[in-house]
């Protein structure tokens, strides 16, 4: 390294994502992290003369990828060790190959280790869910719980239910919430929604995950590993601030975050204060939910579910589903109390005006949840005089939006973060099985909104899905889902635009273009290196035919290793409460 520290990289080549200078061969980066400039290495060593080269040889470099919508920390703790992820698309793909690992673990654990499960899909599964004697059957002698992908349901056996205290019948049904009852009253082993689930999580799951941070930090990894640099929390409360910036000051600290406010937290409009920089951490918006999930059934739509064998084991009722978890009126309040100019109070007790525009992001996948959305926000920005301004509120999902309503939506300034994820897993099920062609086979319309003006982003939601821009990629431009099959080609976009949205685009939505998602000078010097050069692999292998080697932050390669080892040794006390956090609404 020289002895100011700045650097050079050189690459076979650099897609830098400026129009100005699309292709590269050369990045330097000064001292501070940022980049100093772009072209080749006789024009970098110019601004540059005393800099350290570094010849990444025939590996490609792209910005740092960037996830719009996600939740890192509570995805680690639910999925990673000493939790089983046991997802349809991370080696579980039948109810069989879970009940495998079931008798494996069962035959290998510790005697007496309670076991935490996460993911079972019962579309992608095709299992009903599982019940108190179904789980006895493999663990009878063991706590053993599993939680559902959706985040809306939790399945336990007679030890768990023991534990609780419920072994003549599990408590009434709370407000929003319900426990499963055999015909005599006694718990069936099943839980649902978040009031029910929250009394489960809150007793075992201390035990379950002895320490939340190191998990969260394995998911981290796991984003680093495939080339993302920058995420965003979309459930975030003040109870994780803590847990945030203790991952943030850790050596090798491979994101950067932005978080977004659950709207039902008291002091969600509040201000952000931290010491970390907030270049690493920072908060950006608010988020709500107007429906729920289309596995579930619990979306407004204007249009039926199907009556199929899928649909019924899944246990959603075919026709039209009409469930909003909020009133028009009431999203006129919430907005109203959340937009705009505040009334806060100085450590003096004297009045001020806040005038912080928090970002509205809101959770909306059926089409007629989003017209009830669009009106919402129309009037809000009318009466708060946002419309024609830098506003940049959000929505996230968009499943079965329309294109009339893409149109809108990029006429009121909005912006969309979408998740192709949703048709690569479900694709198949969406067309034909759950919902007629016409609109199963154009669930995500990302060409429709790229031509809208809606700019979209595109997520995975971790831990709905696995963090997987490449998989991204792949399914937008080929629109194949995971099984290879073809629905809905004229949603297919270039992969120029996709690469935008997984970089540019994305770090546009999150407010911070201005630092990441180009490789241009100013900017931190976020990157990620491939093997290979995403225009040159064919689009049906985005996915399997490119390695990334390694990510960047601020120039430095990470070592992401050592920062899980940081992760694992600090204190697990003060983070404890997270693990009683992994219920949330699906997002």
């Not at 400026?18 to 501070?32: H, L, S």
């Not at 971790?462 to 809905?488: C, D, F, M, Y």
């Not at 690469?499 to 201005?514: K, M, N, V």
Request: glycine fraction near 8%; proline fraction near 8%; charged fraction near 20%.
């Amino acid at each position: 390294m020289s002895i100011n520290g700045s650097r050079i990289l050189v690459a076979a080549r650099i897609l830098t994502m400026d129009p100005a200078c699309p292709i590269a061969t050369a990045v330097g980066v000064n001292r501070e992290g940022r980049i100093a400039a772009v072209g080749d290495l006789i024009s970098c060593q110019k601004q540059l003369p005393d800099a350290e080269v570094i010849d990444l040889g025939s590996d490609v470099l792209l910005p740092g990828f960037v996830e719009s919508h996600s939740h890192p920390v509570l995805s680690g703790v639910a999925t990673q060790p000493p939790a089983y992820w046991i997802a349809p698309y991370v080696g579980y793909p039948t109810w069989q190959s879970v009940t495998d690992l079931f008798e494996k673990l069962q035959a290998e654990a510790p005697a007496g280790q309670a076991l935490l499960f996460n993911g079972f899909d019962k579309l992608l599964h095709g299992a009903p869910p599982p019940t108190r004697e179904v789980l006895d059957r493999y663990f009878p002698d063991r706590e053993a719980l599993v939680v559902d992908n959706s985040g809306h349901g939790a399945y336990f056996n007679s030890a768990v239910i023991e534990r609780m205290g419920w072994t003549k019948a599990p408590p009434p049904d709370p407000v929003g919430g319900s426990f499963g009852r055999n015909p005599d009253g006694t718990s069936n082993g099943q839980a649902f929604e978040a009031p029910p689930l929250m009394l489960l999580m809150e007793a075992l799951m201390p035990d379950l995950v002895p320490h939340p941070l190191a998990s969260a930090a394995q998911w981290y990894a796991l984003m680093a590993g495939n080339g993302i640099t920058t995420a965003s929390e979309m459930t975030y409360n003040s109870t994780q601030k803590q847990s945030f910036e203790t991952l943030a000051q850790l050596p090798h600290c491979p994101l950067r975050i932005s978080l977004y406010h659950v709207s039902t937290a008291a002091d969600c409009a509040g201000p952000w204060e931290s010491d970390v920089a907030p270049e690493m951490l920072c908060k950006q918006g608010i988020k709500l939910w107007a429906d729920g999930s289309p596995w579930v059934g619990n979306i407004a739509l204007t249009f039926p579910y199907l009556d199929t064998p899928a649909v019924r084991a899944a246990g959603i009722q075919p026709g039209v589903p009409q469930e909003m978890n909020y009133s028009r009126e009431q999203l006129d309040q919430i907005l109203d109390q959340l937009a705009g100019d505040r009334l806060q109070f100085d450590f003096q007790g004297q009045s001020t005006i806040c005038t912080q525009n928090w970002q509205m992001a809101i959770h909306v996948n059926g089409d007629a949840a989003l017209d009830v959305v669009l009106d919402a926000f129309e009037a809000a920005l009318q009466r708060h005089n946002l419309l024609g301004t830098d506003h940049r509120w959000r929505l996230e999902h968009l499943g079965a939006a329309r294109p009339d309503q893409l149109r809108r939506a990029a006429g009121l300034g909005v912006y969309a973060s979408m998740g192709p994820f949703q048709f690569q897993y479900w694709g198949d099920l969406l067309d034909g099985e759950m919902f007629e062609p016409e609109q199963g086979s154009q669930w995500c319309r990302v060409k429709d909104a790229t031509e809208a003006g809606l700019r979209p982003s595109y997520h995975n939601d971790g831990s709905v899905s696995p963090p997987s821009p490449l998989g991204n990629l792949k399914t937008v431009v080929t629109r194949t889902t995971q099984s290879g099959a073809l629905h809905g080609p004229e949603q297919r976009v270039s992969l120029d635009q996709a690469l935008r949205a997984q970089t540019i685009d994305a770090a546009f939505i999150l407010g911070r273009e201005h630092d990441i998602g180009s490789i241009e000078v100013g900017k931190l010097a976020d990157f990620v290196q491939l093997d290979v050069d995403p225009h040159d692999v064919e689009p049906m292998h985005l996915e399997d035919g490119i390695t990334v080697q390694a990510t960047w932050l601020g120039g430095e390669r990470l070592d992401i290793a050592a920062f899980e080892r940081a992760a694992g040794v600090s204190d697990p006390e003060p983070h404890r409460h997270l693990a009683t956090a992994v219920v949330r609404r699906c997002c």
